[in-house]
């Protein structure tokens, strides 16, 4: 059995105005159509609907139940029609984030602060990666859009955008020997313990990579996940670390450690971020790309 739901909503109308007239005019619908609509209910339900009154229609026994169940039925279809309206929009969604720490702890809370102020129906399911992964997941369409530093592997299948910058610092001890230097380069800290991050992330990948091109080694004594980790461990003198310059001012203005800028060329970052352009994106998904990409 099929209902058609102009056929339902005529009908409804037809009861509430006690005219088909009435109807048609406000409709735009020839009289007969709507006659015609209303007979092939009758038919499809095997039950008559109207009847005729020297005062116009008038719904029967099941007429007046068809109306009412009608009304809900037509209102649900407008709440499908309004959701979807909303989707197709980018009003209402879900959008899948996959991003590196140093994004996430240095940009992202604002920015997703901002965003979601402005479009409280698009939910973010936001996820920490180091940026292999991170290029690997979105080009696998296991994610909408990912936020990374170091281009690892092929990137044919994305598009690259730019994002933020920063700037890697030299974290040591108050009391450790480096305290007193106005800037270093990674080179020159080499002789000392080092607490990294874990395996794979991008600061790690850069620190091993000038210590072999420099042919000297790198002693990480302790690997922690996530910067305020590195950050405890230093502060207690476990080793040095090197981290985004931003991220731990915080603890040189409270004196629990000292901030010594590299000046390395590799210690401006540019981070940035990518989609898939082999899947299309929701609208929501552009919306927040557009959001976060600096105009």
Request: hydrophobic fraction near 40%; charge should be negative.
């Amino acid at each position: 059995m099929h209902l058609d739901p102009t056929s339902l909503r005529l009908f409804v109308r037809v009861l509430e105005t006690g005219t088909i007239a009435a109807v048609a005019e406000q409709e735009f619908i020839a009289a007969s159509a709507i006659s015609k609509r209303i007979s092939e209910l009758e038919t499809s339900l095997n039950t008559q609907l109207l009847v005729r009154t020297n005062r116009g229609v008038g719904g029967t026994q099941a007429g007046m139940a068809l109306a009412q169940l009608s009304r809900g039925v037509l209102h649900q279809l407008e709440e499908v029609h309004a959701r979807m309206h909303e989707y197709s929009q980018g009003i209402r969604g879900e959008v899948r984030v996959v991003a590196n720490i140093s994004a996430i702890t240095q940009f992202l809370p604002v920015q997703l602060k901002a965003f979601l102020d402005q479009h409280p129906f698009i939910q973010i399911q936001l996820e920490e990666c180091i940026s292999s992964e991170i290029i690997k997941t979105v080009a696998q369409n296991q994610a909408d859009i990912g936020i990374f530093t170091e281009v690892f592997g092929n990137t044919e299948n994305l598009n690259i955008y730019p994002y933020q910058s920063d700037r890697l610092a030299l974290i040591t001890a108050n009391q450790h020997p480096l305290n007193q230097a106005e800037s270093l380069s990674f080179i020159e800290t080499l002789q000392y313990d080092y607490v990294g991050l874990h395996t794979g992330s991008a600061i790690n990948n850069k620190l091993l990579q000038a210590a072999a091109t420099a042919e000297k080694t790198f002693r990480m004594r302790i690997q922690v996940t996530s910067y305020e980790a590195l950050l405890r461990m230093v502060e207690q003198d476990l080793g040095i670390g090197i981290m985004p310059q931003d991220i731990a001012q915080p603890y040189a203005t409270t004196h629990r450690v000292k901030v010594i800028p590299l000046n390395d060329s590799w210690a401006s970052r540019k981070l940035k971020l990518c989609t898939s352009n082999q899947h299309p994106l929701s609208h929501a998904t552009l919306r927040l790309l557009e959001h976060l990409t600096p105009s």
